[in-house]
């Protein structure tokens, strides 16, 4: 962690949620560091970035629906769930994007 309480290793180090009401701080995905691991594989660490991601959909999809049968629930912590979800996402698809553009790229390359 640096001075900040970021992790290094954070590939969106700078989306956090802050710390109201209680509410831990974690990063939206962080990657592990492969170290000479042969298990942190490219794709391994692709399905746990979209695996947590896909878990703050899932958060934030019971939050909404206690928020919308009346339960008893925290508005500012649902809202909160909402938006990491839905940062957690776009990013997602920007790191897709950019995927898929450096592939096109590569392909285009004359050999």
């Known amino acids: 962690m640096n001075e900040l309480g970021v992790a290094p290793n954070s590939l969106f180090a700078t989306m956090r949620s802050p710390e109201i009401g209680g509410i831990a701080r974690h990063s939206v995905v962080d990657l592990p560091h492969s170290n000479g691991n042969p298990d942190a594989t490219f ?52 790191v897709r994007d950019k995927f898929v553009q450096a592939y096109e790229q590569i392909m285009q390359l004359a050999v």
């Open 43 to 94: 794709a391994s660490i692709l399905d746990k970035a979209v695996g947590r991601v896909d878990n703050l959909q899932q958060q934030a999809d019971v939050a909404l629906s206690g928020l919308a049968s009346g339960q008893n629930v925290d508005l500012h912590g649902t809202m909160i769930a909402l938006e990491q979800a839905d940062i957690a996402l776009r990013t997602a698809v920007s």
